[in-house]
């Protein structure tokens, strides 16, 4: 398979790291970590005029018609500078469930200003009690004159606090874990009735908790088919986790390098000990590990071509549980050879491995995959 990029891809990635690497060094990050928002709108706005913000939508819906590929360029390079604003939520996540959800006349509404960076938006999907099971949704919406009146809880949505609207999945009729009556309900945030409280994650990101209490939603409000939602969000999912195992990727390279430029550096007794044969190995599995979780991010990436649901989705817990463990092993290893300095809060190295840490669990640990895997009857039928 040919793996050479387009020269608009290469274009593509030579301006994000360019970009990134003009405005985006690790004080500049620590300082937007700092600021009450924990992100920066210049550089937000910055990513608008890249066209990043409108990259994955079709230019019909005002977007400029990038793929899973210039998606897993992106995010290799905000791996690699640790980017903390919310673009794998936002503009991944929430995208997707834009692309596969809405309707014509929402999306020509909605994306444009999400691509221009004037209008911020999250998903709230997650129960209190979900487990990162998607069809566990027990927020519930009552139908009600006119439209739906939404009450329930979601719990760590990415920065939930600063977003203007909020797509909220509701349960609008059956048990909870039912693959059925699930809907996406599209509420102001600022609406009566949503109270949000917000984190931090351990990798310095901010979150929410939300909780509606008789939120009222128009019909013009609802995306897609109210109790037909959940083929739309796994499919969001895995668009997401294969982001995610792109930007994992990046922050393996950028610790990996770290490592081993330290490794040259850093003398004791008279000599560099990257000269110790010891420290040589443990590098050199490093460097394996990496190239494995390289293969594993561009399989992700071609997985989401595959038009059978539950194939993609088996390939997307493959590499999840995969990139999972590569991740837990590069950072500790990372962690391990450079020794205290690693773990101090003014070397790049210790945020890498807190980055890396929360990408183990983000989306599904290793167990849950795992589990899905075994338990995926296309994965059975197979045997």
Known sequence: MDFTLTEEQQLLKDSVTRFLGDTYDFAARTTILATPEGQSAAVWAGFADL?????????????FGGGA????????????????????????????ILRHAASVEQ?????????AGECRMAFAHA??????????????????????????EKVHVP???????????????????????????????????????????????????????????????VLGDTAGALPAIERAYDEV??????????????????????????????????????????AAEMFVVLEEARSMAAYATMALSETDAAARSCAISAVKAHIACAARFIGQQAIQLHGGIGVTMEYKVGHLFKRLTVIEQQFGDRDHHLDLLANAESLLESL
């Not at 999306?107 to 691509?115: E, Q």
């Not at 850093?266 to 420290?279: D, E, H, K, T, Y």
């Open 51 to 63: 066209g990043l913000l409108g990259l994955p939508f079709s230019e019909t819906d005002g977007g």
């Open 69 to 96: 590929v210039e998606i897993m360029l992106v995010m290799e390079a905000m791996g690699r500078a640790l980017v903390v604003e919310p673009y794998l939520a936002e503009i991944v996540l929430t995208g997707a």
């Open 107 to 115: 999306r020509a509404a909605l994306i444009p200003a999400l691509a």
């Open 127 to 152: 129960d209190p009690e979900a487990r990162w099971h998607l069809a566990h949704v027990g927020t519930h919406a009552a139908r009600v004159r006119g439209g739906y009146k939404i009450t329930g």
């Open 159 to 221: 920065f939930g606090a600063q977003a203007h609207r909020l797509i909220v999945s509701a349960r609008t009729s059956g048990l909870i874990g039912a693959r059925t009556g699930i809907g996406l309900f599209l509420v102001e945030a600022d609406a009566p009735g949503v109270t949000r409280i917000e984190h931090r994650t351990q990798d310095g990101a901010r979150i929410a908790d939300i909780t509606l209490s008789d939120v009222f939603v128009p019909d013009e409000a």
């Open 241 to 282: 986790i294969a982001a995610l195992a792109s930007e994992a990727f990046g922050v393996m390279d950028e610790a990996v390098s770290m490592t081993v430029e330290y490794l040259k550096t850093r003398q004791q007794f008279g000599v560099a000990i990257g000269s110790f044969q010891a420290l040589q190995h443990r």
